[in-house]
């Protein structure tokens, strides 16, 4: 049986900004106050696992151990099969544009495209969660959410690959949903639904 969350507070091992503000927005209903990494100063561990679970756990349990509180890590990211599974577990590290030295997903997204040429443009973003506390107890959960990639890429809302990729059923790309519709479907979703059903009493 799963452990329950019970604290008032929580981080979100993470210092990405949107991946924190989607976070927040879907614990909001449990009144948790929502701490991030880069708000307090954590470091950003060095992520060698080979799976997307593996990559959730040693962050969270990096800034647990850090923190001294429960900590939340998400790891998900975008995988094309047509092209080996790429970006995969390295979808942020794929953003990173050599000229201008930051990560830059519309850079990416582009860089994207052009791999694909005309091969099967089906993809799926997946998205681990892992929920540590300080004495060492660890519960990790898992989305997907399929769809297909397209250009141009269309919506300025969401991060990262949102705006190419298109679930099945839907017209809209991700970055064209308004938030609550994409939280409604998504990958991280699809784990969150599963962590809330574990961890956190309604």
Known sequence: MARIFSDKKLVVASHNEGKVREISDLLAPFGVEVFSSAALDLSEPVEDGQTFIENAEIKSRSATGESGLVSLA?????????????????????????WSEERDFNYAMDKLNLELGDKDRSAYFACAL?????????????????????????????????????????????????ASAKHAISHRAQAFKKLINACFKS
């Open 74 to 98: 998400d790891d998900s990211g975008l995988v094309v099969p047509s092209l080996g599974g790429i970006p995969g577990i390295h979808s942020a590290r794929y953003a990173y544009n050599p």
């Open 130 to 178: 892992s929920l540590a506390w300080p004495d060492g107890h660890v519960e990790t959960f898992e989305g997907k959410v399929h769809g297909t990639l397209v250009w141009p890429t269309r919506g300025n809302n969401g991060f990262g690959y949102d705006p190419m990729f298109i679930a099945d059923g839907y017209a809209q790309t991700f970055g064209e949903m308004e």
